[in-house]
RNA sequence: GCCGGGGUGGCGAAAUGGCAGACGCAACGGACUUAAAAUCCGUCGGGCAUCCCCCGUGUGGGUUCGAGUCCCACCCCCGGCACCA
């Protein structure tokens, strides 16, 4: 297959740029701005397709902008902290440090053989003491501002990680790393506070006009921010040891308060014990036991158990009926969300209603649509709608009625507005090695100290031991563990647990503004100039992890006033996935197609060009080794269509436009439109494909010109260097080369995208379609903009619209200009 | 169940309410060749009486001179969330 010489090309031109720093960062010019970034990798080892496909997107967008003259930030990092590193280490005894310095070598050269335009000198790696020295002193400023802290929790733990997990990090029960399950431990551990974020993380997702719809909803429901009202409910009698003469619930429908027929608590509430402890209630004991069974066996299985509940005994007062109700302890109550009790009313709430059912409990129905006189009594009315049958709020509409029922008890501490999320505090700490130590100490005598900013990095000492044997390694190592207290000098102990590596990658985008500071993470006035990111392009895969985190660290460095933004990713497009068999490359299927044998095949332009146009790079994309083939054949066409042609070129003048030929113009003004709708197709959806077919098309008809009809050598150079220079975003290798064959001496990656001629633009010609009754039965050839007589009268003598309304009435014409004329006939 | 995104040739995909299927892949026919590969030219939604006409963008309705595109109802697929009160 190897039709044009990729191999030596690629490397000749890959050498070109990093020697002359073409893609180097300028912050001088009055350009505008505009930062791309993709999301930084694991260093793993290996590049898979979907980085490809990633690293090639935002590659484009930055070559095509650089053309555009912005200045351009383009650059590219390591997360390089983390669990391979070291279950490697376990492994093969490799220390992660070497492994992974490896690995970023490897994946480094991977990159520069793909020709992405990275600027290198503002590569990071979190894993160096110079990157995470910068966690460490966030760490410190956000402890300051009173945003970490440390709790004993019931947490996440990953048996196989040997660590744990946040909540978002233990996906549907299992570790979003390694996917086994996790296991709840009750251990001490260090919180970052983002629920103080919660109201503005959930507010600014509107501001984000560049995002998905899809991320953002992701996001909210994560955030699960609900609006409702806590209400209590009188005790009809004391419950011994119970702290309270009340139950409080949380709901967002105080209006149907009139229809709680009974209280439901979760089987973990407090009450619960308090009963059981007072009273011997045989058939609750048994029903808590089944609980913790099912409990045990559904831990973190997702689906809808079967309503189960046993009566407690006891009744509380419905505050708005002033009717005793029934409290029951149930298996569908969550305690882990509002106060673990709720109202039941079973003719409003689905779940209520079930359990009604099951025990035979009174449906009062309290809400009746709008638009009816009367409630629907069939089933389980949902919706709001009108107040009834209750006291104080019947005929109320919903929304007043919560406010009424607020208004009524606020007085007597009986019930308020409340707001209740579902995120939880962000549990940073991991008990293991490669990570950025925690800067704390616990001294004898003053207890928990952070550490003195100047005494940082607290560096994570090399001579470790990897035994995989539980534990963080670092406790191991006595020189690292004992220090003196920073406060009073007493003796003191260091803090094992390493950080989650997500807060390595919440804010690297910002180091990349100013990479190589040593005095603070980055100057407030290049994260000024640069920030927020422009253009961020990633997997959908971190929705409510890193995009999640990054945001919430935005926020924090604004208000510590590092920073004038509230958001950190203007625009975001969330790629598909590669797959290949409609299915995600992975080796246990055995589908894993490795970019490094497609670049020896059939070289990077020939990757790039396929992936680019195989879907639009929002889409899934399937992978096509005919797809690729085709994909190589476009490019050698245009390489030997410009070899054929080199000779008569090479030593032609500056082109004079006064004279063309209508041939000349014809190809000319094919030019100018693809010109324009490659430029488009790029800026407006990243829709790729759509300009390279574009292209593709160009070349077809340019080299049907070149055979067929006389175009003059002037006019021929100049179609090859805009040409050249529209692939080349896409083709970077091989559009220098002929760039460079063409007998130019700059480089084409440094030109300016072409200017539009808008002289030879428009067509003068056009064809309108005839349609009669809406069906197309004639076209016609007209010069453009003539007037509608003027077309209607060759519309009407066209022998075949003749033929078709023959014998009808013609009751309307329409014409749209210069594209359609429809005639109605009966 | 709820939320989001989709259903267009054999396949990947295009189409500001105005000629459905651009571009590519596969397939088929032809040229070149001793032959093959590569390359080039052509055909390529279905039906059919093959320069004609009819049907055709998940299904059924509607709006419109005109609907893949807008509205209503429904079916199916993918992704996310899932007893969140």
Not at 780 to 809: A, C, N, P, W
Request: glycine share 6%.
């Amino acid at each position: 297959m190897g039709l044009y010489p990729f191999e030596t090309i690629e490397k000749k031109w890959q050498a070109t740029w990093k020697e002359k720093k073409v893609f180097k960062t300028e912050e001088e010019k009055g350009n505008k701005k505009i930062f791309i970034l993709e999301m930084f990798p694991y260093p793993s080892g290996n590049l898979h397709m979907g980085h490809v496909r990633n690293y090639t997107i935002g590659d484009v967008v930055a070559r095509y902008h650089r053309m555009k003259s912005y200045n351009v930030l383009h650059p590219m990092g390591w997360d390089a902290f983390g669990m391979p590193a070291e279950n490697a280490a376990i492994k093969y005894g490799v220390h992660p440090y070497e492994w992974t310095v490896k690995n970023i070598e490897n994946m480094k050269r991977q990159l520069n053989s793909l020709g992405i335009s990275y600027d290198w000198d503002r590569e990071v790696a979190t894993c160096f003491p110079d990157y995470y020295k910068w966690n460490q002193w966030l760490f410190l400023q956000f402890y300051k501002k009173g945003l970490v802290y440390k709790k004993k929790s019931k947490v996440n733990w990953c048996p196989e990680c040997k660590t744990v997990l946040a909540n978002e990090q233990a996906e549907e029960g299992r570790c979003w790393r390694c996917k086994s399950e996790v296991e709840l431990k009750e251990l001490e551990q260090w919180f970052f506070k983002i629920t103080d974020y919660s109201d503005e993380l959930v507010k600014d997702l509107d501001i984000l006009r560049g995002w998905p719809q899809k991320v953002k909803v992701m996001q909210r429901n994560w955030i699960g921010l609900s609006e409702g009202v806590m209400i209590k409910f009188k005790l009809s009698e004391k419950v011994e040891g119970y702290k309270d003469d009340f139950i409080e619930v949380f709901t967002t429908r105080s209006d149907t308060l009139g229809g709680a027929t009974f209280m439901v608590v979760s089987a973990e509430h407090p009450i619960v014990k308090n009963i059981l402890d007072s009273k011997n209630n045989e058939e609750l004991i048994e029903f808590l036991k089944d609980y913790e069974k099912e409990k045990i066996q559904n831990r973190f299985t997702v689906g809808v158990n079967d309503k189960k509940g046993v009566s407690l005994g006891i009744t509380v007062v419905n505050p708005l009926t002033n009717e005793d109700i029934q409290v029951f302890a149930s298996n569908y109550v969550l305690m882990s969300y509002g106060t673990g009790a709720v109202m039941g009313v079973p003719a409003h709430d689905a779940r209520d209603f079930d359990f009604a059912k099951e025990k035979n409990l009174p449906i009062k129905y309290v809400i009746k649509p709008e638009d009816k006189d009367t409630c629907d009594e069939s089933s389980v009315y949902e919706d709001e709608g009108i107040v009834v049958n209750s006291p104080h709020i019947s005929g109320l509409k919903s929304s007043d009625a919560k406010k009424k029922i607020v208004e009524m008890f606020q007085e007597e501490k009986i019930a308020k507005f409340t707001k209740q999320i579902r995120l939880r505090d962000w549990l940073i700490s991991r008990q293991r090695y490669w990570g950025t130590p925690i800067p704390i100490v616990y001294c004898e005598k003053c207890g928990i100290v952070p550490l003195n900013e100047n005494d940082l990095p607290v560096i994570l000492p090399t001579n470790v031991e990897f035994t995989g044997t539980g534990g963080s390694p670092l406790s191991n190592i006595d020189e690292f563990v004992n220090v003196k207290c920073p406060i009073c000098g007493s003796n003191a102990k260091r803090e094992t647990d390493t950080m989650d590596t997500f807060v390595d990658s919440s804010w690297y985008y910002l180091r990349f503004c100013d990479p190589k500071n040593e005095t603070e993470p980055f100057s407030k006035d290049k994260a000024k100039y640069w920030m927020s990111v422009d253009q961020y392009i990633g997997g959908v895969e971190h929705a409510v992890l890193h995009l999640l985190y990054s945001r919430f660290f935005v926020k924090v460095l604004r208000d510590l006033g590092f920073l004038e933004i509230d958001e950190p990713f203007s625009n975001l497009l969330t790629q598909g996935m590669v797959l290949k068999d409609g299915e995600k490359m992975s080796k246990s299927k055995g589908n894993v197609i490795d970019p490094e044998e497609i670049l020896a095949t059939y070289g990077a332009d020939t990757a790039r060009l396929f992936i680019l146009f195989a879907a639009p790079p929002e889409k899934d994309l399937e992978w096509s080794e005919q797809g690729v083939e085709g994909a190589h054949r476009f490019l050698s066409r245009v390489w030997r269509l410009f070899h054929d042609n080199i000779d008569i070129i090479k030593d032609t003048k500056a082109l004079v436009l006064d004279d063309l030929t209508k041939d000349e113009v014809d190809i000319y003004k094919k030019l100018n439109k693809t010109l324009l709708k490659a430029g488009n197709d790029i800026e407006d959806k990243f829709h790729f494909n759509t300009s390279i077919a574009a292209l593709m098309e160009f070349t077809n008809e340019f080299s049907f010109s070149l055979r067929n009809k006389k175009i003059r050598p002037e006019l021929v150079k100049k179609i090859f260097e805009t040409f050249t220079i529209i692939l080349s975003v896409f083709a970077p290798h091989m559009c220098e080369e002929i760039w460079s064959e063409m007998g130019n001496n700059d480089l084409i990656s440094s030109q300016n995208w072409p200017e539009v001629d808008t002289n030879y633009l428009e067509d003068d010609i056009c064809v309108i379609a005839i349609q009669i009754n809406g069906k197309l039965r004639d076209k016609i050839m007209v010069e453009k903009d003539q007037t509608e007589d003027v077309i209607e009268d060759m519309v009407m003598s066209s022998l075949r619209v003749k033929k078709f309304i023959e014998g009808k009435d013609v009751l309307k014409k329409i014409y749209v200009k210069n594209k359609i004329f429809n005639i109605v006939v009966k």
